[in-house]
C-alpha cells in the first residue's frame, strides 16, 4: 500500500472520511485477505495484486538476475523522483532479523558503502535501514516455500 499511494494510483474508493488512499484492508482482488494474513504472498501474487489495482509490475526473481543487475535497479531507482519503485522480497531470517518471508520497498543507494536504505513496512519492528546490497541481494536467494522459488524483487510504477 506504501507504493500504491506513493505513485498516487487512486483506489477507487474512500478510506476514511475523504481520503483516497489504500489500505491494506482493501487488497482483495486477487487472494482473500484472510489467507494472505495466515500465509503471506509470493512474489507472483504481490506483482498480480499491484496490476488489479492499478500499477505496473515487473518481478525479478533471484536465480534469474544477478547481484549487479539488482544493484543496479537500486541506484536507478534512488535517482527516481516519482517511480518505478522497488519492493524488495527477501528472507528476514538471512539477514539475522526475526521473522521469514518480508516485503519492503527499498528507497535509496549510498554508492560509497554500497548500501541500500530498506524502509521496512513492520516499523514497530524494524525502523528504516541500511543493509550491504550483496545481503540484501542473498537474502532473495531463499526459496519461497508457498512458491517453491526464490524471492527477488518487483519495479513498481504508474501506467
Known sequence: TIILNALGVDPGRVWKGPWRWFHEDMLNCCT????????GVTVAELASLARCNGATARSYRHDETTEDQFRAAVRTMSRQESGPFLLAAYSRSCLGQTGSGHFSPVAGYHAKS???????????KYP????????????????????D???????LDKP
Open 149 to 155: 522459488r526464490c524471492r527477488g524483487w518487483l519495479l
Open 32 to 39: 482473500p485477505l484472510d489467507t494472505v494474513k495466515e500465509h
Open 128 to 147: 528504516p535501514h541500511w543493509l550491504p546490497v550483496s545481503a540484501l541481494f542473498n537474502a532473495m536467494a531463499k526459496v519461497d516455500p508457498r512458491s
Open 114 to 124: 554500497d548500501m541500500a536504505l530498506v524502509l521496512d513496512t513492520a516499523t514497530f
